[in-house]
């Protein structure tokens, strides 16, 4: 119950400051991606797939089916716009890493407790190779001490 109330009170928080403090550095010209085309096919495959025909499950599985294409409204602007500042893709490395870091995760439970979740492996792997272009980018620029931008 603690730890609930900890991070839901980190979501309103984050929410806050991205409309509220930092609403200044939103780029409303660049914003264009329509998430509809991501929260309705994510919606419509939730109750499809899922392991029980449940609101609860439905919820589950649907923010799982969400997180793994949440990264693609930002990968468009970068491509849009042609480069990404370096605080920018640091974020996303970290948060493509933490993913990355979930399959290792599944493969221990695999191997040493016998868990295996369908659903949250094939989600963590589409949201992997969704980052794998972007892997690449930052580790051939950015740590290099380079500003990503795409190649021409």
């Known amino acids: 119950m603690k730890s609930s109330l900890i991070y839901i009170a980190c979501s309103y928080a984050t929410v806050y400051l991205i409309y509220m403090k ?3 550095t939103y780029d409303g010209n660049h914003d264009t991606f329509r998430v509809e085309f991501l929260v309705v096919p994510v ?3 939730s109750f499809l797939v899922n392991h029980d025909f449940s609101p609860l499950e439905i919820l589950w599985t649907f923010s799982i089916y969400l997180e793994s294409v949440a ?3 930002q990968l468009f602007m970068i491509s849009k716009t042609g480069e990404a500042e370096t605080i920018t893709t640091h974020y996303l490395f970290f948060l493509g890493l933490y993913r ?3 399959l290792v995760n599944w493969i221990w439970r695999f ?3 016998g868990f295996f979740d369908l659903i949250a492996v094939v989600a963590g792997v589409v949201q ?3 980052y794998c272009d972007f892997f690449y980018l ?3 620029k950015v740590l290099k001490g380079k500003k990503l931008s795409l190649p021409a």
Do not use: C, D, Q, S
């Open 100 to 102: 990355a870091l979930y």
């Open 138 to 140: 930052y580790i051939t």
């Open 128 to 130: 992997t190779i969704l």
């Open 22 to 24: 930092f609403k200044a």
């Open 43 to 45: 919606g419509g495959l």
């Open 111 to 113: 191997y040493f407790e």
């Open 71 to 73: 990264i693609l409204p």
